[in-house]
């Protein structure tokens, strides 16, 4: 069983940066696609970012593209999600989840972490 643990939220100021990360609890973490999503209040969860098992492909929302980086570090188990230029259209609970694939894009997303805050007051 994977376990996924966010980490790395808070409430922070319109153009501000946070680096949110998500642990793995198994070393097999490096064979899979990883990736976060969000939850704002009142709406759906919506993909973010996703990154392939090796870390040399990216894919993200329109939204973000420029201000958010995905990467993966396989020999610490984690992955991480730098949000700079922060906009209040930002809040939302992120979660990161592990893809029963390696590559992305992919829709097979298989374990969820529970979550982590952020805010961006304007």
């Known amino acids: 069983q994977v376990q996924l643990v966010e980490s790395g939220g808070g409430l922070v100021q319109a153009g501000d940066s946070l680096r949110l990360a998500c642990g793995s609890s198994v070393r097999t973490f490096r064979n899979y696609a990883m990736g976060w999503f969000r939850q704002a209040p009142g709406k759906e969860r919506e993909f973010v970012a996703a990154?392939?098992?090796?870390?040399?492909?990216?894919d993200y929302t329109n939204s973000v593209k420029g201000r958010f980086t995905i990467s993966k570090d396989n020999t610490k188990n984690t992955m991480y999600l730098q949000m700079n230029n922060l906009k209040p259209e930002d809040t939302a609970i992120y979660y990161c989840a592990a893809s029963s694939q390696s590559t992305v894009p992919t829709k097979a997303w298989r374990y969820w972490g529970q979550g982590t805050q952020v805010t961006v007051s304007s």
């Open positions: 990154i392939s098992w090796s870390g040399s492909n990216s």
